[in-house]
């Protein structure tokens, strides 16, 4: 017989001032010389911590109650907020959002890169904060997590399909959305439409645990052209009837959809980066405008999801590049070739180096739809595209840089292209990252031949705690 489960011990501190604020947005307690970080805690409040995660030298927690609470508090204005994973700092006005990120990218420059005299300019905040974001992902699920309302309410016979974002810290349970302030129309609509279609029909939604379920999650894509592009993600190959009477629904429903594709994913995983994109209806990109340049985007392709935010931080990038028509620049993990293109006008040549193909074919065609000639695009890996002898795509004469923009992914520059880099010698770098510990990190091992002049803080993400940092490099 199985023994009964001793009930957790629950560790309760009464009475704490929240010290500080680190920067993933948790507050600090600091009860018996303890750490623990608190979530949506602010400095100066008094709260009673109840710890949900010990380590060895920290632990984390929750607000049971709060005692005293900081005047910096705003009234979040989603309904959703508190059981939703996403925008969770909306009990924070947005100046005060923007007075942290800079001061946490000022604190990791100095802490992990070891920066202590690096300018950190002003942070360019966003001039709208909401619907600012252009691609959403939305997970289906057949078990959506109940209000404490329903759960009173017996929870019987309630429909328990639902779409929409992860409960905050629970990869496993989603939250059915109704009104998400992430994205302009229509793509509330378009998830409520293809939600109520499907359940009309009496499609299976996926399962985490069971990994079984038909419809499996939802891309849309927005952008400031008007156009729209769907991607449906299904977890078995199945119905390819119904399949097409859902893409009829979205094509009849949203004129302003260009785009419908789908992913079969079968795997435990829920990466798409791996998996098939098949078209199903239209075109397979979207146009987005970004200053007077209009940009293909495949559903494969990155491209920054603030796209207002995206113009001012290629115009921050341009500015810092000064170029006077005559420089070979390389963009390292160029995407759809976007800082290329906006430097091109001002260079002599711009190589760009990207993986992902489809992003490449967009990057070429951008060139081409934008009548720039003056760039050359190669698929490869940064690590390999920069090892010796340069690969064969780099167009002759272009070997010796003289500035180099790197924007990678959130995990930074692998050792072997710091290596690279180092190698090379740039005169100048500039250095684009959405994520400022990993940049302070590559920033420091590259300290010997470079010094970093000046940082700017760039805030592509209002709500959350992430931030955009662009720092500039010149050899010693
Ligand atoms: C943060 S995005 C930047 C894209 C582009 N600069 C922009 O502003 O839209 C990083 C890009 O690097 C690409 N990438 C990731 N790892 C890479 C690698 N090892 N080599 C080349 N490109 C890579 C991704 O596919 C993505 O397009």
């Known amino acids: 017989m199985a023994r ?225 592009m769907v991607t449906v993600v299904f977890g078995s190959a199945a119905n390819e009837a119904q399949r097409e009477r859902l893409f009829d629904m979205i094509e009849s429903t949203f004129p302003s959809v260009v785009s419908i594709n789908y992913i079969v994913n079968t795997t435990l995983n829920d990466s798409l980066a791996a998996h098939r994109v098949h078209r199903a209806r239209g075109t397979d990109f979207v146009v987005e405008r970004c200053g007077d340049l209009r940009l293909r985007i495949h559903p494969r392709s990155f491209y920054q999801t603030n796209p207002l935010q995206a113009e001012r931080l290629y115009g921050l990038v341009e500015e810092w590049a000064a170029l006077n028509g005559t420089q070979t620049v390389w963009d390292l993990y160029c995407g759809i070739g976007s800082i290329a293109l906006f430097l091109a006008r001002r260079a002599g040549l711009v190589w760009g180096v990207e993986t992902v193909a489809e992003a490449i074919d967009n990057a070429r065609e951008n060139a081409l739809g934008n009548g720039i000639g003056n760039v050359v695009f190669c698929v490869a890996d940064v690590k390999d595209a920069l090892c010796t002898p340069p690969p064969e795509a780099l167009p002759s004469g272009a070997d010796a840089p003289d500035l180099l923009v790197l924007d990678p992914p959130r995990a930074g520059l692998h050792p072997a292209v710091v290596k690279s880099i180092l190698q090379l010698a740039a005169p100048r770098i500039i250095y684009v990252s959405c994520n400022p510990t990993t940049q302070a990190r590559d920033v420091q091992m590259m300290s010997g031949d470079y010094r970093a002049v000046r940082c700017r803080p760039v805030d592509m993400f209002p709500h959350t705690h992430h931030i955009e940092s662009v720092i500039e490099l010149q050899l010693r």
């Open 4 to 228: 009964p489960r001793t009930p957790r011990k629950r560790t309760l501190y009464e009475r704490q001032t929240v010290v500080d604020i680190e920067h993933t947005g948790h507050g600090i307690v600091k009860p018996e010389g303890k750490v623990i970080f608190v979530e949506d805690a602010l400095p100066g409040e008094v709260v009673d911590v109840v710890v949900t995660r010990s380590r060895r030298n920290h632990a984390f927690g929750m607000v049971e109650r709060h005692h005293l609470r900081s005047p910096q508090r705003v009234e979040p204005f989603c309904s959703h907020f508190g059981v939703c994973g996403g925008c969770r700092w909306q009990y924070l006005s947005y100046a005060r959002q923007l007075e942290y990120k800079h001061s946490f990218v000022r604190s990791i420059m100095l802490r992990i890169g070891g920066l202590d005299d690096l300018e950190v300019l002003p942070i360019l905040g966003c001039r709208q904060d909401r619907f600012y974001r252009n691609k959403l992902d939305f997970s289906f699920t057949d078990a959506r997590w109940l209000s404490r309302e329903e759960i009173a309410g017996g929870g019987d016979n309630l429909e328990r399909r639902g779409a929409g974002f992860h409960v905050r810290g629970r990869f496993d349970r989603i939250l059915d959305i109704d009104t998400c302030h992430l994205q302009p129309e229509p793509s509330n609509a378009i998830r409520r439409a293809v939600r109520d279609f499907t359940i009309a029909a009496d499609h299976s939604y996926y399962n985490s645990r069971s990994h079984c379920g038909w419809l499996r999650s939802l891309v849309v894509r927005t952008s400031s052209e008007g156009q729209v």
